[in-house]
């Protein structure tokens, strides 16, 4: 999915990966080429998931790099919903817009379905109850994205995969 966030995202630092297939149950390695990232994009499956991966590193600074992850933490801190189940930003944000801005306007903050709800830090974070469901996650996700459609004609896309038997 070429996870990202702080301007920089898993392409720029992976070698390969192992990648177990569901529907051949083998594990085959592709590498960074192969997996043809693009902005929260790659050429996984659905069926496929990631079981090792290797990554370059650069060298920094001990104090500088820190210094970078304070700050990171600090602004996550003040901008996202931390100590909550959630598996952070549910949709890709659309050219030239950002996905929790457009389901804030629309006041969908709060918005529960069953189990799941709209983070009220962070419109693009599904916060889940502790006895949380799946389902609930992707029915309000897809009531998120029916919403947004029909009132904005913007078609919000999920960063996340759901794997399993829904409805």
Do not use: C
């Amino acid at each position: 999915m070429n996870a990202g966030g702080h301007g920089s995202d898993t392409s720029e630092a992976l070698i390969d990966a192992q990648v177990f297939s569901f529907d051949t149950g083998t594990i085959r390695t592709e590498s960074n080429e192969s997996l043809r990232f693009s902005y929260r994009s790659s050429a996984l499956g659905d069926r496929d998931i990631v079981v090792t991966a290797s990554f370059k590193t650069t060298p920094a600074d001990p104090e500088e790099a820190a210094a970078v992850m304070r700050e990171v933490s600090v602004w996550r801190r003040e901008n996202q919903p931390g100590g909550t189940f959630n598996a952070g930003s549910v949709f890709a944000n659309p050219p030239d817009d950002s996905a929790g801005r457009i389901i804030d306007k629309l006041g969908l903050k709060g918005l529960r379905v069953g189990t799941a709800k709209v983070s009220r830090k962070h419109a693009n974070f599904i916060e889940a109850d502790a006895d949380g469901r799946a389902q609930d996650v992707l029915d309000l996700v897809r009531k998120i994205q029916q919403h947004v459609l029909k009132v904005q004609g913007v078609e919000l896309v999920p960063e996340m995969k759901f794997i399993g038997d829904f409805d």
